[in-house]
């Protein structure tokens, strides 16, 4: 048998040197130190250079304001190049990944019927009156309404001759009174109503342009709506409208856009002979105002346009004409400077 009282897992263990320092004066054992912690540092280090920084300051306050404020600038500038890249960066990624096929793609000319009037009828039967158009308060003028009915059928015909031409109606929801319709499906409805005038093949390659608010708009969303549909911008373009707005488009809202005048077309149709000598004058007023606003976006003419979108319609363009966004954006009395995806014709 062991002689020692005390083993392993005995109730009481013997401990031989107990922990701490022993002081000889008063025959006992302290507690051990305890080290301070290092978690300390770091809030001393900024301490430090906080007082630092605030010493700098009292000591050059004009230098250290001016780097606080390029510090501050050039982390805006970033900034706003960065949300400007990555809006145009996801825009594009959007329009790709929409526009992967597209549904007229073998399509190379446009055909742009610009739109006049709201067709307010319950019934297609009378697409030649004047009551099933909605038409300004002034008198009514007997004729006008077969006016219209003749743009559509003149674009009718000319896109027929044309296995490869897109006829675009083009027109917005102009008028309040109208309600939420359309010029351009307004147009497109009496074309229907009409069996296309015996052209009814024409109806798969028929479409339409619902955001124009004037002549100009309805021109330059023509030609992104083609894209949107063909995947191209057009070889040629023919325009049919009123005889008396040759002028206008041929050589203000084409050399606006920048393209060529060779392969610009227009097709007019008269006016009716009670109304020609006011709308000639009215005419010369317009082309006036667009000559010194080419891209109608300042003064009377930006505050009309204005006036033709009673139901604030968002413009879904340049979505779907990525290459021609800067045009949709230039506002100047100087033909656009930027680059285009058409040869440039000097005029």
């Keep these: 048998m062991s002689n020692y009282p005390f083993r392993p897992g005995s109730p009481k263990s013997f401990v031989a040197y107990p922990s701490g320092e022993f002081d000889l004066e008063s025959g006992t054992f302290r507690k051990p130190r305890k080290h301070r912690s290092s978690s300390s540092h770091p809030i001393k280090m900024i301490r430090s250079i906080g007082n630092r920084i605030q010493y700098y300051c009292k000591l050059h306050p004009l230098l250290v304001f001016v780097i606080s404020l390029s510090v501050g600038v050039s982390i805006l500038i970033l900034l706003s190049l960065y949300e400007r890249g990555y809006q145009m960066t996801n825009n594009y990624q959007n329009y790709d990944v929409s526009s992967s096929s597209y549904p007229l793609p073998n399509l190379q ?13 319950s019934s297609c039967g009378k697409v030649d009156k004047e009551d099933s158009w909605f038409l300004e308060s002034y008198p009514k003028n007997p004729g006008q309404a077969a006016t219209f009915v003749a743009h559509i059928q003149e674009g009718i015909g000319v896109a027929a001759k044309d296995n490869r031409a897109l006829l675009l109606f083009s027109g917005g929801e102009t008028r309040r009174e109208a309600g939420p319709r359309s010029e351009a499906q307004s147009y497109w409805a009496v074309a229907e109503s009409k069996g ?17 608010r004037d002549s100009f708009e309805n021109l330059l969303f023509s030609v992104c709506r083609f894209r949107e549909l063909t995947g191209t911008y057009p070889q040629n373009i023919t325009v049919v409208s009123y005889d008396f707005k040759e002028q206008r488009f041929v050589h203000l809202h084409r050399a606006a856009i920048g393209f060529p005048e060779s ?9 009716i002979s009670t109304a020609k000598v006011a709308a000639q004058k009215g005419e010369a007023i317009v082309r006036a105002q667009f000559q010194e606003d080419p ?6 003419l930006y505050r009309k346009k204005l006036g033709r979108d009673p139901f604030h319609r968002s413009i879904p363009y340049p979505n779907g004409c990525p290459e021609i966004e800067g045009l949709f954006r230039y506002c100047g009395s100087a033909p656009y400077p930027g680059s285009l995806p058409w040869p440039k014709e000097l005029n």
Excluded: I, K
């Design 109 to 121: 000319n446009l055909v742009m019927v610009a739109g006049h009037s709201v067709y307010t009828s």
């Design 196 to 212: 296309w005038f015996g052209q009814e093949d024409l109806r798969s390659r028929t479409l339409t342009e619902e955001h124009a």
């Design 263 to 271: 392969r610009f077309f227009y097709v007019g149709t008269p006016a």
């Design 295 to 300: 891209y109608g976006c300042r003064g009377s």
